[in-house]
Every structure is written in C-alpha cells, then in structure tokens.
C-alpha cells in the first residue's frame, strides 16, 4: 500500500525547534521530488518546501526561507522539516506529499504543530 | 508567491454543472501547463483530481475536467453529486521545485 506517514508534530514555545518526519512505503521513494504543504486551522493550503529526487533542488515559501530546512534519506525511505525560530503563525496541520508529474499525488495524514506559549 | 485567486465558495444542485476558475499570473498558470486540482472534504487529506491541466488520475470520475486559458484555469464538475460538496484547491507550478496553491474554494451542493 502506498503510503506516507508524517510524525514529530506537538506543542512547542514560540522560538523553539521542531523536526517533522515522513515515512514512505509502497512507491520507489528515490524517484519523486516531495514536498510539505501546510494548513492553519480552518485555512487554505500553502506549500512550504520540495525537495528533488536527488536533493539537487531544494525551495521554500518566502514565509519560511531561512526558517525551514527540508532534506531527505532515500536510504530510510524518509524525508524531514527541521523548523526553527518558530512563530504562531507556523501553527498549522503540516502535510508531506509527492510530487509526480509536477502535481501532489500521494499525501499523508498530517501531523499538526501548535506555536504558543 | 502571492497565492492564486479561486472563489471563495460556488453552489450547485444535483445533476448540475459547476465551475471553479483559478486565476495567477504569466508566471504561474499562465506559464505552465502545470495546474493541478484537490478536493479536500472535512478532516481528511486532500486528494489529487486533475493534474497537467487537464488529466485526471486513475479512479477519479470523468464528470470532473480541467481546462486552461491564459492566467485562468477552471475546474468543472458535471452532474454534480452529493459526495462532491468539499473544498476546492489549485496549484500551479511556478519555477524549479516551487508551486503556489488557491485560496481555495467551498462547493455547496443544494
């Protein structure tokens, strides 16, 4: 079954750390770029970072650039958001998704980070 | 990065026709042919329901289409059912590995 599940998501104080995680399975992990999208309660979605198959290209919203690194291990099947200096306004449900044919294909559950003090 | 403009909610009844249109710039939708489509229905993940415009995955009805003209690109729904009442979202890709999202669009089903 094709799969991703995001997890590392929680509470933390505004200008702490957080690192999320994402487990692939069931696809060829290392033959997609992918991506984090996120969503603030009842907002719309905002793409956050991608990352290429072979990590030769890397992006970021201007809302997280500098803030945000995205990397990956093709060998664990796993990609990463390591997010610093965060904000209230990072508070959002935080999505990892493929990207096939220049699209979002596949998505996870989501794991939902909380800024607050 | 400014997010492209979808409106904010469309209504329609069952067996109906409704559009969904998604405006950017010449360096968005307007430059590629690169547009995608989720439908996003309360608590879940969205799901992929167009993606290069036009092309609809595997298992996704062919009452949904896609379709593109200059900087708008549009999202129809034909014969309009009860399950499709959820939030609309495009994307387009803009550059390298960079993608903007709509601000997203409530369908109403009467």
């Known amino acids: 079954e094709v799969q991703l599940v995001e997890s590392g998501g929680g509470l933390v104080q505004p200008g702490r750390s957080l690192r999320l995680s994402c487990a692939a399975s069931g696809f060829t992990f290392d033959d997609y770029a992918m991506h984090w999208v996120r969503q603030a309660p009842g907002k719309g979605l905002e793409w956050v970072s991608g990352?290429?198959?072979?990590?030769?290209?890397?992006g970021y919203a201007d809302s997280v650039k500098g803030r945000f690194t995205i990397s990956r291990d093709n060998a664990k099947n796993s990609l990463y958001l390591q997010m610093n200096s965060l904000r209230a306004e990072d508070t959002a449900l935080y999505y990892c998704a493929s990207g096939s044919l220049e699209a979002f294909d596949i998505w996870g559950q989501g794991t939902m980070v909380t800024v607050s003090s | 990065q400014s997010a492209l403009t979808q409106p904010a909610s469309v209504s329609g009844s069952p067996g109906q026709s409704i559009t969904i249109s998604c405006t950017g710039t010449s360096s968005d939708v307007g430059g590629y042919n690169y547009v995608s489509w989720y439908q996003q229905h309360p608590g879940k993940a969205p799901k992929l329901m167009i993606y290069?415009?036009?092309n609809r995955p595997s298992g996704v009805p062919d009452r949904f289409s896609g379709s593109k003209s200059g900087n708008t690109a549009s999202l129809t729904i034909s014969g309009l059912q009860a399950e499709d009442e959820a939030d609309y979202y495009c994307?387009?890709?803009?550059?390298?590995?960079?993608?903007?999202f709509g601000t997203g669009t409530k369908v109403t089903v009467l």
């Open positions: 990352i290429s198959w072979n990590s030769g290209s890397i």
């Open positions: 994307s387009s890709y803009t550059s390298s590995i960079f993608y903007v």
């Open positions: 290069e415009v036009s």
